[in-house]
């Protein structure tokens, strides 16, 4: 059996480039990187949507930043101040905001008292667990006043 010619794949690195000039794509693709728990995920998104808008030379300029600083800062060991990251984004057309985490990140803990009931985060369900309940001191009835 002959095989026949099979087509190459497409670069993976380009087509990424290439889709992240779609400001929505990139904006959901920086968004999903922010949400992993490792930094470097989300680095290495600004690193990609920084070289699919011109390159570090040219967001360096927009941003009004030095060159070989956001070289740097983009580096894998990388680590960015806040104004520099805002920079960055504002130059690429982004913003930078904060949301509340989604309802099945969340989960509702009840407490052992009866009158509350507290939402936290799923990390700090054991800490809930474990932390000593208050009990509510008792109402002064308005008649003894």
Do not use: C, W
Not at 44 to 71: C, D, I, P, W
Not at 79 to 107: C, Q, W, Y
């Amino acid at each position: 059996m002959r095989k026949g010619h099979v087509p190459a794949a497409v670069p993976a690195e380009k087509y990424l480039l290439k889709r992240l000039l779609d400001p929505e794509t990139a904006a959901a693709y920086l968004s999903i990187a922010a949400a992993d728990e490792d930094p470097a995920a989300f680095m290495q998104a600004l690193r990609s949507v920084t070289e699919a808008y011109g390159g570090v030379a040219r967001m360096a300029k927009r941003a009004g930043l030095n060159r070989q600083q956001l070289y740097r800062t983009l580096s894998a060991t990388g680590n960015p101040e806040l104004r520099t990251l805002m920079a960055i984004l504002k130059s690429a057309g982004f913003g930078f905001s904060v949301v509340p985490l989604d309802a099945g990140v969340r989960k509702t803990v009840a407490t052992r008292t009866t009158r509350a009931r507290a939402v936290l985060p799923v990390r700090n369900v054991r800490m809930a667990a474990r932390a000593p309940q208050r009990r509510a001191p008792p109402r002064a009835s308005r008649a003894a006043a």
